[in-house]
């Protein structure tokens, strides 16, 4: 299993503003995942964090708006970018375990956009 | 439209009262289904892996099971610390190697 740690764990931003997220694991990952969870939705990739490389976007997000920073194998993070009330979500980081497929959590960032 | 379908989307038992939540898929070529469990305020927390129709894997209070078209989530006689959104997520063979999630189901389980 790995252990995440996220923080800040909840903001309240201005619209218009930014917000970086970051994510620490404590153990070398070769991935790391950044999801958006809206309520009521099921949980959606934003992108794949590979460390020394540009991070991998899904469909309908773009890297304008959420640059990601990957600058070791243990730590990353997503930034949030001129935002607005439909940013408001919880977001979370992630990464696989050992033997493939299951992925571990951290406890997310819940933001609310004013 | 969902390749993941969980229903029902909130379910209200009072303790000691057994049943089933339900995760369909449509997609083809399963690779695995997984079962999450979340807590408010935290992330997902892994439960089963199951890899083929008829596997069965076993937690305490919860039992989940696969056919071809759906998993289902059994809880056996729930206890209120058994409260949480269960979430299910299926990974492609031959796709991409992440899973795509459900919308979850809410449980409350009621002393």
Same mark, same amino acid.
């Given at each position: ?11 309240? %931003? ?8 970051? %994510?620490?694991?404590?153990? @070398?990952?070769?991935?790391? =995942? $950044? ?5 009521? @939705? ?6 794949? !964090? ?5 991070? #991998?976007?899904?469909?309908?997000? *773009? &890297?304008?708006? =959420? ?6 194998? #243990? =730590?990353? #993070? ?11 979500? &919880?977001?979370? %980081? ?8 299951? @992925? +571990? ?10 | 439209?969902? @390749? *993941?379908?969980?229903?029902?989307? !909130? ?13 369909? +898929? ?8 997984? $079962? ?11 439960? =089963?892996?199951? +890899? ?11 039992? !989940? ?8 989530? /059994? &809880? ?7 409260? !949480?959104? +269960?979430? %299910?997520?299926? /990974? ?12 979850? #189901?809410?449980?409350? *389980? /009621?002393?």
């Amino acid at each position: 299993s790995a252990v995440i740690s996220q923080k800040p764990s909840r903001d309240i %931003c201005q619209r218009g503003t930014s917000l970086t997220i970051q %994510c620490q694991v404590d153990s @070398q990952v070769t991935m790391m =995942f $950044w999801y958006r969870q809206q309520p009521g @939705q099921s949980l959606t990739l934003i992108a794949t !964090a590979n460390q020394g490389s540009e991070a #991998t976007y899904e469909s309908g997000f *773009v &890297i304008d708006k =959420f640059p990601i920073s990957r600058p070791n194998l #243990t =730590f990353s #993070t997503l930034t949030v970018s001129n935002m607005s009330p439909e940013d408001s979500s &919880i977001y979370l %980081c992630s990464v696989e375990g050992s033997g493939g497929n299951i @992925q +571990y959590f951290g406890a997310g960032t819940r933001l609310s956009v004013l | 439209e969902d @390749q *993941v379908t969980q229903s029902p989307e !909130a379910l209200r038992l009072q303790e000691g009262e057994s049943s089933s939540l339900n995760c369909s +898929y449509t997609v083809s070529g399963l690779r695995g289904l997984f $079962w999450y469990r979340q807590d408010p305020g935290k992330g997902p927390e892994f439960l =089963f892996t199951l +890899y083929s129709a008829g596997e069965e894997k076993e937690k305490e209070r919860l039992k !989940a099971t696969l056919t071809k078209k759906e998993s289902f989530l /059994h &809880i056996t006689a729930p206890k209120p610390e058994d409260s !949480a959104t +269960y979430l %299910c997520a299926v /990974h492609l063979s031959g796709g991409s190697y992440i899973p795509t999630f459900g919308r979850g #189901t809410s449980l409350i *389980v /009621h002393p």
